[in-house]
């Protein structure tokens, strides 16, 4: 029997698990926090695959999930967010050494993709975009039963695609792009904006307001909230008009914090998708979904990496 | 020896050819007039099927090639511009059936930039992004060495990316695609719009302009038609960049009339992809190429997708 050992890197947790195949539950679980400013970071990596390390298994392989920018073909994390410690930091191949087994590394998004596709809301589809609205906005890619990594690995960064060049700026310091539009602290920003320009509303400028307050503003009937979560709709229908022209799926996923939010996002999202799809045809039959694995989405996909490099 | 029948069926021409394997040079080849408009177009196609069949060899596979929408995976065309004879017509199984021969079908950018992959620019390369800047804009795409098709096998529509959803109307009605600001029509359309609004030209609003005589408009100095093509690379640009962003290719391949035109397109199209990519590593090693195979990379294409469907 194949067992797979999986690691999901997170902001503040780092989660990891060991998996005999065909069993989604794990044989042992751990979660420690990740303290990615702290030193002794591998340490705590290579303590806490230890912690789930199945007693009288041959482990076939290690699978990891991180955030990017990554690079999945040498399994080197370039330029984690919130870790210079790790910057251009050859984990996968360290991991290996030091383990003695085989290790994959792919991105976040890439792999909550990948476990979608093969345990969740994606089974049975054989192209599938998965698509994260939260902090930022990340998708992963299936094409023809293969994650699309791309030639640096780079692949499928659909928050960082144009869909106004005179946008606001994004995260990343370009600007229009659909993150600029459509993650959480974009629906904060538009809603800054326009209160600073005046507009009347029950939140105020003064507030430390998140995405999660603005929605509950919008649930009480605020106008202001309820049209910056429609303007974030409407832009994230335009990118994933885009992505149905350019990739046409069966099935597209979301999942992240923000989506959680339903019919505020969803409603001006499905008209402004159908409004903005240039052929009827890309509709038919097409599945739009939530993600079904949650929290676990991570560490699923880090072992459906580590399954899918080993060919099964 | 393996011996494939290739067509290239395009608005003007009918092309067919006969090839053995690994030899670019056909056996028989020969061009007729598509006569779209005129009854009697299946018999055109299988006449001048006939007339490339290679005398005392089995024929393994016919590979077609045609202007879309079309549907890959069963053969059948959509609705293929000026030939409504063929709405909704099973191409090839109608052909697969009068020769007793598997047959198969795609559209004529995706088999462009399939036989670029295979015998022109993209040779060697694994991920292939080929674009066409013609009287429209299409795209191949080649991931993992494999050619994308999607589930309704619509993908690689290159030109209907959104790049500004308040833009001008593209070809397909849709506001703001790519072919809306970088194609022939859309240069032309621009131009026009200009003179309309009482800008100094060499050109006159009277004059029957196409991209081509804008072109030597601006190779005289014509400072309306220069900026007009500089528009039209920067939108391109913009658009190869989130292409980039999203498959992350190891080259990018340019065919079709306008990108004819060199310097005058792809100055503007080069900052501006530098100006756009969000990470520079995108560009490490990025090969930006002109199609090599011109007029042959629609029969070459249809060729090889026989063989990519053979297995070959």
Redesign the interface.
Known sequence: MTTIVAVDIGGTHMRAASYSQDDITPIKHKRIRTLASEPGGFERLTGVIEDVWPQGEAVSAIGIGSPG?LDPHTGHL?APPNNPQWHNFPLAPKISEHFGVKSFLDNDANLAGLAEYRFGAGKGH??VLYVTVSTGIGSG?I??D?L???????????G???????GPP?S???NG?LEAYSSGPAIVKYVFGELEAGRKSSMKRDMDLSAREIAEAAHQGDMLAIQAYQRAGE?LG?GV???L??????VVIFGGGVSQVGKLLFDSFDSSLKK?V??P??L???VIAKAQLGDDAGLLGARALAEMKLGL
């Open positions: 920018p370039l054989h192209h890619v094409i023809d293969r699309l990594q791309g030639y640096h690995g780079l692949a499928a960064e659909m960082h695609i144009i869909v106004d060049p005179n994004c990343c310091g370009f792009h832009y335009i008009a885009s992505m022209h350019m990739f046409d799926p069966s903005h240039f052929h045809r890309y038919d039959g097409l």
